[in-house]
């Protein structure tokens, strides 16, 4: 809980960090933020991580398996980074990679998925770079910060497709999932 700070409130406050996250269509309140973490902590269907700057010990951002289906043994990842300066240096791509391992090595999923708007080109090349595979587009699904329609695009990655990518070696530091090779 100790994560719950007026700086996380200041992440989901700012546009160009909520700009592709439902979160926006709501006031993200303290109270709201600390409410979201506490369900989050107790729940038993997923697992909401702090994103750590290594140098800084800083808390960047989040990460969430979840919700996780335990008939399908399946779940959704989702992620931001909040501070903006840490943008672009791999952190996303390295933390969707340690979640993925977590998820498929520790808790014992078979599949990952995620939604991303289509432009949001960042996200989808975290994606990429650690091997999930586009597999299906909701046409014009979305309503963007600009009023405009987007595609909702869905990722996916099985474990088995993970272990044989992993295989061909670290890409982006531990959490070293595997990448489109770019
Ligand atoms: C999406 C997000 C997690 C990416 O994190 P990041 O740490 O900046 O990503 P990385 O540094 O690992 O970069 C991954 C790729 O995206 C590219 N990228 C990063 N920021 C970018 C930007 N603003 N525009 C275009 N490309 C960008 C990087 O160059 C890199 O490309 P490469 O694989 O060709 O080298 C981060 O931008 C973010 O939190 N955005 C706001 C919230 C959000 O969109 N969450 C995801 C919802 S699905």
Redesign the pocket.
Known sequence: MDDCTRRYEAWLADP??N???ETRWQPQTGQAILEFVRQAIASDSGHLLAIVELSSGRHI?NIKIGAINQRHLSADV?????EVD?????????AVGLAVRLAFEELGLFRLQ????SS????I??L??NGFVQEGCWRQALVTQESMRDDHLWFGLMRDEWARLSQQGPR?GPGDGPSDG?
């Open positions: 160009r960090v700009r592709f996250l951002g989702s992620y931001f980074i909040g840490c943008w672009g240096k791999g952190y996303g791509s390295e995620a939604g991303v708007y949001n080109v960042a996200s090349r975290v990429a770079r982006h770019q």
